[in-house]
Nanobody
Framework: QLQASGGGLVQSGGSLRLSCVASDSTFNIYHIAWYRQDPGKQREEVARITSGGSTTYAASVKGRFTISRDNARNTVYLQMNSLKPEDTAVYYC???????????????WGQGTQVTVSS
C-alpha cells in the first residue's frame, strides 16, 4: 500500500515536497515512479527512481524536480521547485519490482495528491 501526501496550493515559482510512504517492508526492492494527471489528459510520468537509486526525469521537469528515496523510512520524495501553472495536476506514486517507463508496468498505486500552482 502506498500513501502519497504533500500536495497543496502554491504560487508560481514556489516549492512543494511530495512524499510517498509504503507499508511494505520490502520497499527497498521496488522501483518507484511519480506520475501526474490533469483531467482530460493522459497520465504522464514525472520522475522515476530505481531500487538502486538511478533517476529519470521528464524533460518538462528536469532541473526543477528531484526524486529521492529513504529506504529506512520506506519513503520516496519528490522535491518540486520553480513550480509553474502547467505543473498543476493530481500526482500519484507507483511501485513495482520491475517497473519501467509505462504506467501499465506498475502494480501498486497511491491515492494521489493534488498540486495546484497559481499564476
Amino acid at each position: 500500500q502506498l500513501q502519497a501526501s504533500g500536495g497543496g496550493l502554491v504560487q508560481s515559482g514556489g516549492s512543494l515536497r511530495l512524499s510517498c510512504v509504503a507499508s511494505d517492508s520490502t520497499f527497498n526492492i521496488y522501483h518507484i515512479a511519480w506520475y501526474r494527471q490533469d483531467p482530460g489528459k493522459q497520465r504522464e510520468e514525472v520522475a522515476r527512481i530505481t531500487s538502486g537509486g538511478s533517476t529519470t526525469y521528464a524533460a518538462s521537469v528536469k532541473g526543477r524536480f528531484t526524486i529521492s528515496r529513504d529506504n529506512a523510512r520506506n519513503t520516496v520524495y519528490l522535491q518540486m521547485n520553480s513550480l509553474k501553472p502547467e505543473d498543476t495536476a493530481v500526482y500519484y506514486c507507483a511501485a513495482d519490482d520491475i517497473g519501467g517507463s509505462s504506467p501499465t508496468l506498475y502494480s501498486y498505486w497511491g491515492q494521489g495528491t493534488q498540486v495546484t500552482v497559481s499564476s
